[in-house]
């Protein structure tokens, strides 16, 4: 079968502790290979405990995917003396390395899916990645302007129209036009996941959805419109709905997903409903993408009290939708 790239992340923060520790679950089925640095990984298996061979390998066929060890595609080979839970750049050089492989070799058929654990944004500025996180890597070097990212978990899904930007320069990216795309990606994503007619509620951006009005215009005269013509279209779009309450609706069954504006307007009532069970998906992107929905944790980081529970779940959710048959 057909193996599933993850990338280790950030090199100084949680990734590869949580990377080794859903190598070594026997809930994992899938033969993975693990794009990243062997030496780093085999310091952070002191504090992972996983007892994995870490294997080093240039190419995919020499992965042998044998019990008991961790075939490593090497990309880097940082010092021993790199620092844990610390911004560097180095580290954050060595993550778009991991990502930008894994591109390649999705785009050349090579592997099913590709799953990612954290990076840091920091890291990646610092390093003078042109990118403020995975999604945008994905997007651009996959040739992919349809994109958007998802979240979701076993309660609600989310699907962002504006994602990793300042809050003032989101609300003018916010677009008749763009929102009409992102109504009509989640529609199309959601159909191909086994739903012929996805209910999507499209969150407002003003309080109370702007209360007709009253608290600002960008709910009647930029989402409402795209919500019609998506209507048009045949697709079951409504709102927008007040952000306060549209979340619980989803919860409850009333839609099978919310479009939010803005990212914490999104990812806040996701995360809320149990972090270390959600999945980051970037819809859009010609292979399979999906990620833990959390960040680098450089505060435990190197104390053994990472959770791999997500990246553990993100590897099952591409498993499912890059299995063969998989709509």
Known sequence: MTP???????????GPEITLRTCADPRRTVPVVVIGDPGVLTRADLVAGTGLTIRAIS?????????????VLAESDLPDDLPLGALDARAGAASYTYVRRAIQLALDNDIRAVVTAPINKEALRLAGVPYPGHTEILADLSGTTDYAMMMANDEVRTVLVTVHQSLRTALDAITTDRELDIIRLTHRTLQRGGLAAPRIAVAGLNPHAGENGLFGREDLDVIAPAIELAQREGIQASGPWPADTVFMKARAGHFDVVVAQYHDQGLIPVKYLGIEHGVNITIGLPFVRTSVDHGTAFDITGLGMADHTSLLTALRQADDLSAPGHP
């Open 4 to 14: 599933i790239a993850i990338t280790m992340g950030d090199p100084c923060g949680i």
């Open 59 to 71: 190419s995919l066929d020499q992965a042998t995917h044998a019990p008991g060890t961790v075939d």
